[in-house]
């Protein structure tokens, strides 16, 4: 037979272990919020890059770096770090981008570059879309002013008493 003291310090155990373990154990319960710093970039915009672009074209298309190195004013630096809250995965992106004097000469990083990127910006075509388009569209009016739902005369001419 237990006694008194035996099942108190046995249920003190129990609580002890049972109240540090419930972190690990419902943690899935718990809401923790995806965490992104830095700069997110889309392919679309690292696909605009063109070699001999100025600092500002480059700054127009992906915005201001996270970083401009102190020492050297001629490199930049865009990171992208991510966390997701659910499952504690973490994305980590880089794009550095070299200039000499004002003009954009290298890009190295985690995206990858436009085939055209090697083709200076005056020289490069831009997409062109579908010339016989230029009429505006107007949307289709019904022919008829007839209207979408049918009421049962019977019951439109029986008015009901106003109490």
């Known amino acids: 037979m237990i006694n008194k003291k035996q099942s108190l310090t046995l249920l003190s155990a129990v609580a002890l272990s049972v109240s540090l373990s419930a972190c690990s154990v419902f943690d899935w319960l718990i809401y923790k919020p995806d965490i992104p710093q830095g700069n997110y970039m889309e392919p679309q915009q690292v ?5 001999d672009m100025t600092k500002e074209q480059a700054e127009y298309i992906l915005g201001r770096p996270v970083l401009r190195d102190s020492f050297a004013n001629d490199t930049w630096y865009y ?11 973490i994305v980590h992106k880089e794009l550095i981008l070299y200039f000499t004097g004002d003009k954009l000469t290298a890009v190295k990083g985690d995206y990858e570059l436009s085939k055209e990127f090697n083709t200076p910006l005056e020289q490069s075509s831009l997409p062109t879309g579908n010339k016989t388009e230029l009429v505006p569209l107007i949307p289709v009016q019904r022919p008829d002013e007839k209207p979408l739902v049918k009421e049962n005369e019977a019951e439109a001419q029986v008015k009901k008493p106003i109490k």
């Not at 696909?47 to 070699?51: A, F, G, P, Q, T």
């Open 47 to 51: 696909e605009k890059l063109r070699i």
């Open 79 to 89: 990171v992208y770090h991510y966390k997701s809250g659910r499952d504690a995965s």
